[in-house]
């Protein structure tokens, strides 16, 4: 699974995207309430497959705090959402700003986090390996 990011570029399009290959889209979040923090706790259990999809999306969230993996000159601002398809998962990635301290971070797409912004598009495109 690991191997499907190794070297990669997030490339545009201003086409329809297929959906059952590897593809991103860029969305903008507005939050919609500040106030709506809820907090769930418990224990996982993982598979060899939920194993293999946590190590992927920590090398994803490497790259994008380490390198620049799209085609365009991008600078992300607070709360960017950027959805990543492989061919098998979709992780979830938020842009935080906390003091002067800016990332991305892992965005839990739980069914809380669904309801804290609402999304407007601003790119799309496939994952082009290199």
Do not use: A
């Not at 997030?10 to 590897?22: F, Q, R, V």
């Not at 090398?59 to 992300?76: A, V, W």
């Not at 601002?77 to 842009?95: P, Q, R, S, V």
């Amino acid at each position: 699974m690991c191997e499907v990011f190794k070297e990669y570029k997030l490339c545009t399009c201003s086409d329809k995207i297929d959906k059952t290959k590897p593809y991103w889209v860029l969305n903008k979040g507005t939050p919609k309430n500040k106030d709506n923090d809820i907090l769930i706790e418990g224990t996982l259990i993982y598979s060899e497959d939920e194993i293999n999809r946590e190590i992927t999306e920590d090398i994803l969230l490497q790259d994008l705090n380490s390198k620049n993996i799209f085609d365009f000159d991008y600078h992300p601002l607070k709360n960017d959402i950027l959805k990543l398809y492989d061919g098998k998962y979709i992780y979830h990635f938020i842009y935080s700003k906390v003091e002067s301290i800016s990332k991305w971070e892992i965005f839990d797409k739980g069914p809380f986090s669904n309801n804290k912004f609402k999304l407007r598009q601003k790119r799309k495109g496939f994952i082009e390996k290199l």
